[in-house]
């Protein structure tokens, strides 16, 4: 072979390994990466609420298919919505008063970057009692078994200084929610808050014990075996007393039911265990947060707010 071709041949291979790095680097470069998108929010008031909607895409124009939401003001989020063709949605019964703007603050998702987008949105002025509902956090992610606090405001408006109940609903079976405090009941100038937890179960085995295992090895062997013992102790006894022997019969016979019955019992739980709890299922839920107060014990008044948990 001639230094040439030589030359040649280690060329080619060098390119062809070149080639193939790029290629690998290439790859994992678009399995990693995310594409930009743009979000713009447009606000519809009427009277106290408002329908607050963001559209999502990406720089293409293309709707983005997944991810959610959230609606921030400067007191708080007003709650968030999941991204459903491109479009996310949130209704509002009432905009806290204070409110200049809100920002619509898209989490991202698989394939797609965060972005966001503002807009003004002002509360109409009643001169009637009422408060504000807001929360923060209102969209997270956990894993099955995990928990996320969430502290939930009440602003009063108008001198309003009423007790507000909070609530949950739209919670999982596998999950709950608790509120600490339940109840509150703001002064007439300024905020308070509760921390909502919302815990999710996770999945549990089917290894679990029946009771203690010392306990139950007791019952079934040392305890017949006493009775056992006793038993023949009394029929072996030279006495003529009948009553001796009918207790060592009974004795023997009561060892022989409670071994019996506690090999069953262990026997029956460890060829049939109880079936294992699989726990919260993964995807995204929506629980609404609400709060409900008695005005000057005439009428009652309520809002609310949706708050979006992804479960990995």
């Known amino acids: 072979m001639s230094l040439e071709l030589l030359r040649q041949g280690i060329g080619s291979r060098a390119a062809k390994a070149a080639g193939l790095v790029l290629a690998v680097w290439l790859t994992a470069a678009a399995a990693g990466a995310q594409m930009a998108t743009r979000t713009q929010l ?8 408002a329908i607050f909607t963001a559209k999502v895409a990406d720089v ?5 298919t997944s991810g959610a939401v959230s609606f ?18 949130l209704t509002v019964e009432k905009v806290p008063q204070g409110t200049g703007s809100v920002m619509a603050s898209y989490s991202g998702a698989t394939g797609y970057a965060a972005s966001a987008a503002s807009a003004a949105a002002t509360a109409e002025a009643t001169g009637l009692p009422d408060f504000g509902l807001t929360a923060n956090p209102t969209s997270f992610s956990v894993s099955p078994g995990g928990f996320q606090p969430i502290t939930v405001t009440v602003t009063p408006e ?7 109940t909070l609530s949950c609903s739209g919670v999982p079976s596998t ?23 919302i815990q999710t179960q996770g999945a549990s085995g089917t290894s679990a014990k029946l009771g203690n295992s010392s306990s139950t090895v007791a019952f079934a062997i040392v305890l017949p075996g006493i009775l056992a ?6 029929l ?27 090999c069953s019992e262990r026997y029956g739980y460890l060829n049939h265990p109880p079936s294992g709890n699989p726990g919260i299922t993964a995807g995204t839920y929506t629980i609404t947060v609400s709060g409900y107060a008695s005005i000057n014990g005439t009428s009652v008044t309520g809002h609310s707010l949706n708050v979006t948990m992804t479960v990995k």
């Not at 293409?60 to 983005?64: E, L, Q, R, S, V």
């Open 72 to 89: 921030e003001t400067t007191k708080g989020s007003l709650g968030s919505a999941f991204v459903e063709n491109g479009v996310a949605t």
């Open 175 to 197: 999950a709950k929610c608790t509120f600490s405090p339940t109840t509150l009941t703001p002064p007439s100038t300024s905020a308070i808050s509760s921390t909502l937890q």
């Open 60 to 64: 293409a124009g293309n709707p983005a």
């Open 229 to 234: 013992l006793a038993g023949l102790g009394a």
């Open 42 to 49: 447009s606000v519809a008031q009427d009277g106290h609420g």
């Open 158 to 164: 108008n001198g309003f200084s009423n007790m507000v």
């Open 236 to 262: 072996r006894k030279r006495s003529g007393i009948a009553a001796l022997r009918v207790f060592g019969i009974v004795a023997l016979l009561g060892a022989g039911s409670l071994g019996l019955g506690a």
